[in-house]
């Protein structure tokens, strides 16, 4: 089996930028106005990723129902096995030049944790360095072996982070 590739995200910048304002308006005529980010490698300066694009959905807990409903209607449901009552995820690797991945999350609940690691990453070199060494050791192997170690990184970014402030 393969490894996964890694390239420098700067390759795909601009290309993200722009999956990424289309995205939104596909989005907004969908689920309206909401709060969408874009997340993942291709939103960190410095990152390595393996060229798809990741943002994010933030909708109040009474909107969110009604907001995978209409993502189902639109998108390909992604890892189901992850989903829970405030979180969702989708893709669409057809309409973009680059894979697009859909992450629908209930604002402030336990599963709204996306800005926060993405900001990180952003603002801590020492911890994009880790990231990036990580993916480049673990992404020759077996794609199992990189999403647990993927997991145990961000699990550990996650323990560091302060309480939601309510």
Known sequence: M??????PVDEFRRQADSIVVT????IER??????MYHIGATAIPGALTKGDVDVLVRVRREEFPAAVAACKGRFDIHQLENWNDDFASFKDEITFSLPLGIQVVVKDAGSDFFLYLRDRLRTDPQLLTEYNRLKTRHGAGKPENYWRAKNRFFER????RP???A
């Open 23 to 26: 995205a939104a308006a596909v």
């Open 30 to 35: 969908l689920l309206g106005k909401v709060e």
């Open 2 to 7: 393969a490894g996964l590739v890694f390239l």
């Open 163 to 165: 309480p939601n402030p």
């Open 157 to 160: 970014v996650l323990a560091e």
